[in-house]
């Protein structure tokens, strides 16, 4: 745990990270996620951090298109690792690899709970909640719980892990979790320092289990699945 703390802490002072119901974790306690420890707090409704983060949204919702609207909204509707599938291949058919499957439902059941957590702690108001007039991908969410993204935290907790498996493809990957983070801003649905608390969790989460005996063999069973169809590189 002092480990994973101090590495959050030193990529934040680096300036590394620019920017529903939950599982029961599986290989993670629930005291690991203490969202006082692992993240700092968003900036108040009203304060001068926020009203910068809302004009930001309304300089994106100004200027983006009606097609970087439709890939927003259809990264809105994908929550889970499929979401890496163009870069991973034809061959990432979560169908036909159950032990990839499982792994990564493993990684879905602890950055929810770890989100869900968070959102609960910090309970910030979503950007539509604050400014009415931001026409947002979706307006069902809980209006409080804007901070961390649900889905930025998804995407770099999945995107570590992929990253691990298929390191000849990592930039692609992280690249990817960057841009399916900022759609977050395209929708209105969060603020900048949300997805970078989601980046931070995501992380977080990801590095942790990847340090975690139980979750290394579903892992290395993984490798072997992708390896075997030839969907990453052997090394």
Not at 16 to 31: C, H, I, K, M, R
Not at 146 to 169: F, N, Q, R
Not at 221 to 231: F, I, M, N, P, S
Request: hydrophobic share 45%; proline share 7%; glycine share 6%.
């Amino acid at each position: 745990m002092k480990r994973t703390t101090l590495l959050v802490a030193a990529l934040f002072a680096c300036g590394v990270f620019a920017g529903t119901a939950a599982a029961d974790p599986v290989f993670l306690s629930n005291s690991f996620y203490n969202p006082a420890l692992l993240l700092p707090p968003p900036p108040a409704d009203g304060s001068p951090e926020a009203r910068a983060e809302m004009d930001e949204l309304h300089r994106i919702q100004k200027n983006r298109t009606p097609e970087e609207f439709a890939r927003a909204l259809a990264d809105d509707h994908d929550e889970t690792v499929t979401a890496f599938a163009g870069v991973m291949g034809p061959g990432f058919d979560l169908t036909a690899l159950p032990k990839t499957a499982q792994l990564f439902a493993d990684v879905k059941a602890e950055e929810k709970s770890a989100a869900k957590l968070a959102k609960n702690f910090f309970r910030r108001n979503r950007p539509w909640i604050v400014d009415p007039s931001l026409k947002s991908c979706a307006q069902t969410d809980a209006p409080q719980s804007s901070y961390p993204s649900g889905h930025a935290t998804m995407a770099y907790s999945a995107a570590v892990i992929l990253a691990a498996l298929a390191p000849e493809k990592g930039q692609a990957i992280m690249a990817r979790a960057a841009d399916y983070s900022e759609n977050r801003l395209v929708c209105g649905m969060h603020y900048r320092r949300d997805i970078v608390a989601g980046e931070v969790l995501g992380t977080t989460v990801a590095v942790e289990l990847l340090q975690t005996p139980g979750f290394k063999e579903e892992f290395d069973a993984a490798e072997d699945e992708l390896r075997a169809t030839h969907v990453v590189t052997a090394p």
